[in-house]
């Protein structure tokens, strides 16, 4: 499994869009990528299983070579559509149909199971649904929504082989609520602001927001998609200049927080669109609003935090600020985020934690912001406090984890307890 993983990984990367180079070379890149995908090599090596070894020459049955050509036939489509997507183009009717011809002749599942070995083809037909360059054409939204509802189904069916109680969802009724997912998503951009909650009420007669919302909840492909719908949005530099977007970017955020409750396979995106959001910037806002969108992304962060992501986000606001300075995250931004991460963090501490806390704690922003009169007294002292604490668990444990740990303990203690506050 795990080289499967990181097949896919490495095959995502390679396919992935660039910006960079001429259109030969970016060809030749997917090309590479493609060469060692079993989608090519799979038709390289398809033989007759019940020819004779001894004599190849021998004709082969025209049902079995019906079969072969169909599977050909689905391999060379997915190929295609993973090339064209990767260049940039924009998936058509044409290509969805020519996956989708597979059925006429075989199975369905066979085109999910493909599907879901190739993640690169899910994430390209969510952002054509989703996205905000998103198909106009509703017969090509159809397909593109079936062939997402067929890997759903695929996906369901591989976990129902290892645990029971897991149903697989019938494909023609999850289609409907994909395409109704996206239509949702582009009805809400329209929007000033829309009503995210937590609950699972649906119907016709509640607002967009609330529908969404129960969606994300309930379907775990919706929640992706209104992930990818969101970060293209939130990544338009237009978008902050718009004006709903002192209203509208709240709403995002609370949606994005409620699919991390419910989906904690998204919220390494929910951590990466909350720092999109971060970077923002109107002088045409006032200050107090855009300082309240901010602490809202931070609240978000220390959600994620709480969820198991403590030392990604630790990492990311570290390198925001080294990258970006204190443009992004003024003082005051620094003290509240700092004031919740002390409310959320309990004793006994890991070595990987405790490093990167304390290696944030002694960043120049950091010291600058945490010294200062604004911030409370009392928070410092709570910052040696958890530094004692941290110390005398560490000398109970082994002699490794203190070894590793010491050094940056003593370095945060020589910061924060010669008790000179910066004016």
């Known amino acids: 499994q795990k080289w499967e993983r990181l097949r896919e990984e490495l095959e995502e990367e390679m396919m992935k869009p660039v910006s960079t180079g001429t259109t030969f070379q970016r060809k030749r890149r997917i090309d590479v990528a493609l060469a060692m995908s079993d989608l090519v090599q799979r038709q390289r090596r398809r033989i007759d299983p019940t020819s004779d070894e001894a004599d190849h020459r021998l004709p082969v049955s025209s049902n079995i070579a019906s079969k072969n050509n169909l599977a050909d036939a689905l ?33 369905t599942e066979r085109i999910g199971d493909l599907l879901i070995k190739h993640p690169f083809t899910i994430t390209t037909l969510l952002h054509n649904l989703f996205g905000t360059k998103r198909i106009r054409q509703l017969e090509t939204r ?94 338009n530099p237009d978008f902050v200049t718009t004006a709903a977007y002192p209203t509208l970017a709240p709403c995002i955020l609370c949606l994005v927080r409620i699919i991390s409750l419910h989906h904690p396979l998204a919220r390494p995106a929910a951590l990466e669109l909350s720092l999109i959001f971060i970077g923002h910037s109107n002088s045409d806002i006032s200050h107090q609003k855009m300082e309240s969108i901010k602490e809202q992304c931070l609240r978000l962060m220390l959600l994620l935090s709480a969820q198991g992501l403590c030392i990604e986000v630790i990492s990311a606001v570290k390198d925001k600020l080294r990258k ?24 006994p501490l890991t070595v990987p934690f405790c490093n990167s806390f304390c290696e944030l704690l002694v960043e120049r922003q950091f010291v600058d912001a945490l010294k200062s009169q604004h911030f409370e007294n009392g928070r410092r002292a709570q910052i040696i406090q958890l530094i004692n604490q941290v110390e005398t668990d560490g000398k109970r444990s082994d002699e490794r984890f203190w070894t590793n740990v010491r050094p940056m303990l003593t370095a945060v203690k020589s910061v924060y307890s010669a008790g000179v506050v910066l004016h």
Do not use: H
């Open 142 to 235: 159809l397909k593109c929504a079936r062939l997402i509802a067929l890997a759903v189904a695929a996906s369901e069916r591989a976990a129902r082989s290892q645990q029971e109680g897991i149903t697989v969802s019938n494909e023609d009724s999850l289609s409907q609520i994909v395409l109704k997912g996206s239509q949702l998503c582009e009805q809400v951009e329209n929007m000033v602001s829309f009503t995210a909650i937590d609950s699972v009420e649906e119907g016709q007669d509640t607002s967009a927001g609330r529908q969404l919302s129960a969606m994300c909840i309930k379907y775990p492909v919706i929640a992706q998609g209104a992930l990818i719908w969101a970060k293209e949005l939130a990544s």
């Open 324 to 347: 970006n300075g204190s443009s992004e995250l003024d003082s005051a931004l620094i003290r509240y985020f700092v004031s919740g991460l002390l409310d959320t963090v309990q004793t």
């Open 75 to 107: 391999d060379s489509a997915i190929v295609v559509m993973l090339t064209k997507s990767s260049l940039g183009n924009q998936v058509d009717k044409d290509m969805a149909e020519n996956i989708l011809k597979f059925a006429y002749g075989g199975s």
